[in-house]
């Protein structure tokens, strides 16, 4: 790379990345800002500024043959943002989507609505932490517990609770199984981002997915309802009488969902779009 200007570093790194990325330019905004230690906002106040740093372009050079290999931005970076906060992440635990941020917006609502005197929540398959966190981030007086199969997940998810400063309980263990968790419940809020994809559908999701993200906090089984099935059923069980679980489902799965919540005796159920207008996820509460 032989730039003489951050705009000329920009417009070389964005055609680089076209062939290999859906967003070249804002990657490359988000790639040089880091290599020079600086917001994507101030970059791009400076975009005229000469840059001659050795140092810095090798840096930054290294980071788009990491995206030209379809690494994702977030891995790179070792961070992304969710719902106000920023969390650290690393492969192969799930890259937080902003969809997933109707969850903590569903369960925050509850809480606000109907304000339990010792408000309980549990999050399944937490991963990152990232729902789990932000809740406890806007309701301090909720205790929060987080459970996930991956102990590479789990251990992020503490890496992010300490770097906070947010005190949570979190355990490795398939969705309600580990032993402990039966000292938290009944629990007023149960979230969920559980797999959901579908067998047939991985072969057709992007490189950035399939090459980096664990396919086991993806994959749902062959229609990918199998984990959903499982948490809706066993929810009612975990959840206060008026409880209310919140689930993200995958496309076109929201008619199956309401009908497992249905036959698990959920009433006043209802499905919430995200912003492309999908219906993403389903509450639903506990008589």
């Known amino acids: 790379m032989s730039s003489s200007t951050m705009r000329d570093a920009l417009l070389e790194a964005a055609r680089a990345l076209t062939p290999h990325s859906e967003t070249p330019r804002l990657d490359a ?29 090798q840096q930054f050079e290294r980071m788009l043959r990491r995206r030209q290999a379809r690494e994702p931005v977030a891995y790179i970076l070792e961070s992304v943002d969710f719902y106000g ?23 925050l609502e ?27 981030r806007h309701h301090r007086r909720c205790e929060c517990v987080g459970v996930d199969i991956s102990p590479a997940a789990v251990s992020l998810a503490q890496e992010n609770a300490k770097r906070l400063r947010l005190k949570v309980t979190l355990l490795t263990g398939n969705l309600f199984d580990p032993p402990q968790l039966r ?16 067998l047939e559908e991985w072969s057709g999701l992007a490189p950035d997915i399939r090459l980096y993200e664990d396919p086991g906090a993806l994959l749902g089984g062959p229609d990918g309802t199998d984990i959903l099935r499982q948490i809706v059923r066993a ?29 698990a005796g959920f009433t006043d159920i209802r499905l919430l779009p995200d912003l492309a207008g999908t219906l993403r996820v389903l509450t639903a509460r506990r008589p």
């Not at 606000?112 to 809740?135: H, I, M, N, W, Y």
């Not at 000292?183 to 579908?198: M, S, W």
């Not at 206060?240 to 036959?263: C, I, K, N, P």
């Open 29 to 57: 905004e988000l790639l040089l800002a880091r290599a020079m230690g600086l917001t994507r906002a101030a970059l791009l106040a400076r975009l005229s500024d000469p840059l001659e740093d050795s140092g810095i372009l």
């Open 85 to 107: 906060l920023t969390f650290r992440v690393r492969p192969p635990v799930l890259i937080p989507r902003p969809e997933t941020e109707l969850l903590v917006s569903a369960a």
């Open 110 to 136: 509850y809480l606000e609505q109907f304000r339990p005197e010792q408000p309980r929540l549990l999050d399944l398959c937490t991963g990152s932490g990232c729902v789990l966190l932000a809740v406890k």
């Open 183 to 198: 000292d938290f419940a009944p629990f007023h809020v149960i979230v969920a981002n559980p797999p959901y994809v579908a």
């Open 235 to 263: 929810a009612p069980d975990w959840l206060t009488s008026g409880g209310m679980l919140a689930v993200e489902m995958g496309e076109d799965q929201h008619g199956a969902v309401r009908e497992m919540a249905e036959v």
